[in-house]
C-alpha cells in the first residue's frame, strides 16, 4: 500500500519569500512518481511538477523545485518568491507501478498556503 | 498542454434527481479515467477507476449503484448520480492520463453538486 503524509494543515509566507511544503511517502515499489498539484479556491487541480524515483537530479519548473531525498522518502516542494496568487491548497501525490498502466494517484491531505502581503 | 473538460461546473438540483457529469479528453485517448470525490477543506477521494470498454471498479465504500460510471469510449467517461440526495452533495473531479509513467493525471476543473 503507498501513503502519502503531509504535516503542515496551514502554512503562512510573506511575500516575495521562499516557502517548503513537506512530504513523505511510503511504499514498496521501487519504481515510483512523484507529484505536486495546486488546488485553488475555484477547485481546479493544477499540475506543478513531477519527480521520477529513478532521476538523479531534483526537478524544477520555473519558481518550484522539488527537493527529493530518497532515502529518508521525502519529496518537499520548494516555492520561490513567492506570489499572492500562490496562496492555494497544494496536494503531494505518488503513483507506483511501472509504465504501461494508468495507475491511481495517492494524495496527501494537503497544505493550504497563505501568501501573505 | 493536454486538457480534460469537465462539464456541467456546478449543478443545484432537487433530491430525488438523477445528474450526470460527463470528463472528456480533449487532445489524447484515455483508457482509464478517475473519478474523485472531495469535501471542503480535505484531500480528493478516490470513488472510481474508469476503464473504456469495461466495467469500472469501485473502491471500497462507494455504492456502484449509487454512483454509475460509464466510459464508452477512449474520450468521455460519465458519472451519474442516481436518486441524488443532500448527503451526495459535494465536489467532484475527474481525471485522464496516458499509460506513461511520467506523464501527469490532467484534471477536470470539478463539478460542485448542491442538492436540495
Known amino acids: 500500500a503507498q501513503k502519502i503524509t503531509q504535516t503542515q494543515p496551514g502554512m503562512f509566507v510573506q511575500e516575495k519569500e521562499a516557502v517548503t511544503l513537506d512530504c513523505t511517502y511510503d511504499t514498496s515499489d521501487q519504481s515510483y512518481g512523484l507529484f505536486w498539484y495546486k488546488q485553488p479556491s475555484s477547485g481546479e487541480m493544477i499540475f506543478l511538477i513531477y519527480?521520477?524515483?529513478?532521476?538523479?537530479q531534483n526537478a524544477t519548473e520555473g519558481r518550484y523545485s522539488l527537493n527529493f531525498q530518497k532515502a529518508r522518502k521525502s519529496a518537499n516542494l520548494v516555492i520561490s518568491a513567492s506570489q499572492l496568487g500562490d496562496s492555494a491548497m497544494y496536494f503531494c501525490?505518488?503513483?507506483?507501478?511501472?509504465?504501461?498502466?494508468?495507475?491511481?494517484?495517492?494524495f496527501g491531505s494537503g497544505t493550504q498556503l497563505t501568501v501573505l502581503p | 498542454g493536454a486538457v480534460v473538460s469537465q462539464h456541467p461546473s456546478w449543478v443545484i438540483c432537487k433530491s430525488g434527481t438523477s445528474v450526470k457529469i460527463e470528463c472528456r479528453s480533449l487532445?489524447?485517448?484515455?483508457?482509464?479515467m478517475f473519478w474523485y470525490r472531495q469535501f471542503p477543506k480535505q484531500s480528493l477521494m478516490l470513488m472510481a477507476t474508469?476503464?473504456?470498454?469495461?466495467?469500472?471498479?469501485?473502491e471500497q465504500g462507494v455504492e456502484k449503484d449509487k454512483f454509475l460510471i460509464n466510459h464508452a469510449s477512449l474520450t468521455l467517461s460519465t458519472l451519474t448520480v442516481t436518486s441524488a440526495h443532500p448527503e451526495d452533495s459535494s465536489f467532484y473531479i475527474c481525471?485522464?492520463?496516458?499509460?506513461?509513467?511520467?506523464?501527469?493525471?490532467?484534471f477536470g476543473d470539478g463539478t460542485r453538486l448542491s442538492i436540495l
Open positions: 481525471s485522464a492520463s496516458t499509460t506513461r509513467h511520467n506523464q501527469p493525471q490532467h
Open positions: 519527480q521520477g524515483s529513478y532521476d538523479e
Open positions: 474508469s476503464n473504456e470498454g469495461s466495467k469500472a471498479t469501485y
Open positions: 487532445d489524447f485517448q484515455a483508457t482509464t
Open positions: 501525490a505518488m503513483r507506483g507501478g511501472a509504465s504501461g498502466s494508468a495507475r491511481q494517484l495517492t
